[in-house]
């Protein structure tokens, strides 16, 4: 009888002692392998973001030498590499009309519904993030001080009110290679959640691709050109 | 009898700190290798990552200097009167698009996520999106702001601010936060804008908990977008009609 007893006290503390054990060896391996492989995983991020910076930076630089050489070099070289320079500019800052391939969506209110700025921004916001090169809004280029914002029964784009009440169609150039295989896909998906969420009476959304859209240049009036503000910091 | 009862519990709670002591030291011997090679791999990444670090500091430096010589050229031939208004409508265009370093008036908001943010008791919007971030980026443009720049990124006329999983990037530079939006532009509009704006005076509401700060400064600088990436990346597709 206490033979069997002491064969029962000896079983429930081996099972502990083993059980502990597990217990202890589980903590260890979750915690060493999540602090090493996550400290690890962000310098190796940090490290191809370097990488990527300097390649680039690296690039600019030969840019940068060859254009100062041709300057230098003086004659009519250096009037066409400013014209030149001065061109891209502008064009980078949405100050020229500019084409090619891209994506037209159109938001048209139902009934009485009125078109909400958050949903024209975020659509402007997705088009960013999927690499846009040009974004009109209504045929006003978005440019780095563009404004989309409620006012009433309007919302303000560059200063112009575009009544809530009307479509908008927002035009994207946007690389050519991923337009029909990912962007209009994609874009039509964020449509479908975004109906799901406000009820299909509110707005209706079509996402299409385009072959040479036309994006208009910035009006000279807008408050994009202002520079009352600003001064060279260097 | 109750006496027995606290010893069986005493024998099994001394067998469980028995096991994980038995096994913890056993774990400390056995993983001391592997360990070791996360360790030298973690050292090899910090050295990786430190010349790479030197490298960006040379090439900035570098670029500083280019930069600063073709400026010197530029405005020497417009001193002479050769291309004086083209060079003139250079330096204006590389302004407006964000391509040069400027300064003036204006304000810097700080937007931080709510202090021990917890995910299972706090709502989703205790912690900063790209979405808050480009909520406020547009209510400063509709309070008329010039330039602005998102921890030390430049914006330009795409802005392109999104989120990858926890991670928000700006022109695929990654942003932790602190996230600091600094804006030149009429100062009192723009402190009242964003103080009388009602979705962000939810956002920092005790129960969301949204961290923000606005300050006025009288000389906000704000770097060109070429510090942190080549803009010709950002045109490649664009044709003249």
Request: glycine content about 0%.
């Given at each position: 009888m206490r033979n069997k007893k002491l064969m029962q006290y000896g079983t429930v503390i081996v099972v502990c002692i083993l059980v502990g054990a597990v217990i202890a060896l589980l903590m260890k391996n979750v915690n060493a392998s999540d602090l090493g492989s996550k400290s690890l995983q962000e310098l190796q991020n940090q490290i191809i973001e370097y990488q990527r910076k300097n390649e680039e930076l690296n690039n600019r630089n030969a840019r940068l030498y060859d254009y100062i050489r041709e300057l230098e070099r003086g004659e009519g070289e250096s009037y066409l590499l400013v014209m030149e320079e001065r061109e891209k500019f502008a064009t980078f800052a949405g100050l020229r009309a500019v084409k090619n391939d891209g994506v037209v969506i159109t938001l048209s209110p139902i009934g009485n519904y009125m078109v909400q700025d958050a949903l024209v921004r975020q659509f402007t916001n997705e088009l960013s993030a999927l690499g846009a090169q040009a974004i009109s809004i209504n045929n006003e280029r978005k440019v780095t001080t563009t404004e989309i914002r409620t006012s009433r029964e309007n919302i303000m784009i560059n200063g112009i009110a575009f009544s809530r009440s009307e479509p908008f169609e927002i035009k994207a150039i946007i690389s050519p290679t991923k337009i029909d295989s990912f962007v209009v896909p994609y874009l039509q998906s964020v449509s479908e959640s975004i109906k799901k969420q406000l009820g299909e009476e509110s707005v209706a959304i079509t996402v299409r691709s385009e072959k040479e859209i036309i994006i208009p240049a910035l009006s000279e009036d807008r408050i994009g050109y202002a520079m009352d503000l600003l001064e060279p910091a260097d | 009898m109750n006496n027995l009862k606290w010893k069986r519990i005493f024998a099994i709670v001394a067998s469980l700190l028995i096991g994980l002591g038995v096994a913890s030291v056993v774990k400390d011997l056995t993983s001391m290798a592997a360990e070791d090679d996360v360790g030298a791999e973690v050292v090899r990444a910090r050295e990786e990552l430190a010349i790479e670090e030197a490298n960006f500091k040379s090439l900035q430096m570098q670029n500083d200097q280019l930069e600063a010589r073709k400026k010197l050229i530029l405005d020497s031939l417009s001193e002479q009167g050769v291309l004086s208004e083209a060079i003139a409508e250079h330096g204006k265009f590389a302004m407006i698009a964000g391509l040069t370093d400027v300064k003036g008036r204006g304000v810097v908001i700080t937007l931080d996520d709510?202090?021990?943010?917890d995910p299972l008791k706090?709502?989703?919007?205790?912690v900063i999106h790209d979405s808050t971030i480009n909520y406020v980026i547009n209510i400063l443009w509709a309070g008329g702001a010039r330039a602005i720049s998102f921890n030390d990124v430049r914006l330009t006329a795409i802005s392109e601010i999104n989120c990858v999983g926890p991670t928000i990037l700006t022109y695929g530079v990654r942003q932790m936060p602190p996230y600091v939006i600094s804006a030149i532009g009429p100062v009192d509009d723009l402190v009242e804008i964003v103080r009388s704006d009602s979705y962000l005076a939810r956002l920092t509401q005790t129960e969301i908990g949204i961290r923000l700060n606005v300050s006025q400064e009288p000389e906000v600088v704000l770097p060109s977008f070429l510090k942190s990436r080549d803009y010709s990346l950002y045109m490649d597709l664009l044709e003249t009609p």
């Open positions: - | 709510k202090p021990d943010y706090d709502p989703i919007e205790s």
